[in-house]
């Protein structure tokens, strides 16, 4: 079965501190991988998308990287800020058009 | 662009009770998808659409119909809700199935 893992569910971080949020997904035949943020109550914010064919994808303060052949991505979040504080999700898709996501990682940047 | 927009944003019913869930998206993309999200499953997919006329089920549809009669509009109807469709659920958009996709805000349903 094809499924996407987000460890750990919680992680709290001090202002200022880069960070890395993790995804692994156990087959390594993808399509491509998306992260997201969810805030409170609110839908999901697309953050980045990569490419199977791709390493990374930046976006400001944010760096993905994609590993396939260890089933691993990562998003790395340069000097956090309070506004960072959301949960993160990964969503997968394994080259069937349906994604699979992981459960999250829910961040908080203390002050 | 309003982007990816869900109505009701909340909404009550009893068991037995149908409703339609809308969902529109501005961005003329040909493939749309509905979630729902449980606290600790994450995301499962309940239909999706490829183009105009065309749906396919996803992972947990039964109890929800849908139907794909222009680009734009992509509704959820349950049929006789029932408790275990309490959840919230979201609507999504792309220009594929391949493709970046964004979501609308979400409703929640309370199924009682």
């Known amino acids: 079965k094809q499924e996407v893992t987000q460890i750990p569910a919680a992680l709290s971080v001090p202002e200022g501190e880069n960070l890395v949020l993790n995804c692994s997904f156990t087959d390594s035949a993808i399509y491509n991988l998306q992260w997201f943020r969810q805030d409170p109550g609110k839908g999901l914010t697309s953050l980045l998308l990569?490419?199977?064919?791709?390493r990374e994808q930046t976006s400001g303060r944010l760096n993905a990287s994609l590993d396939k052949s260890s089933g691993r991505s990562t998003l790395y979040i340069a000097a956090s800020q309070p506004g960072d504080s959301a949960t993160y999700l990964c969503a997968v898709r394994f080259g069937n058009e349906k994604l699979t996501f992981g459960t999250g990682t829910r961040l908080t940047i203390i002050p | 662009n309003a982007g990816v927009t869900q109505t009701p944003k909340f909404q009550v019913l009893k068991t037995g009770q149908s409703m339609t869930l809308q969902c529109a998206q501005d961005m003329n993309h040909e493939y749309m998808s509905w979630y729902r999200q449980d606290p600790g499953m994450g995301l499962r997919l309940i239909h999706y659409?490829?183009?105009?006329?065309?749906?396919d089920q996803g992972e947990v549809p039964n109890g929800y119909n849908v139907s794909r009669s222009t680009t734009e509009d992509f509704p959820l109807r349950l049929l006789s809700a029932a408790p275990s469709q309490t959840s919230v659920y979201f609507c999504?958009?792309?220009?594929?199935?391949?493709?970046?996709?964004?979501f609308g805000p979400g409703t929640r349903l309370t199924v009682l």
């Open positions: 990569i490419q199977s064919s791709q």
């Open positions: 659409s490829v183009g105009a006329g065309i749906t």
């Open positions: 999504a958009s792309g220009q594929g199935g391949n493709n970046e996709q964004f």
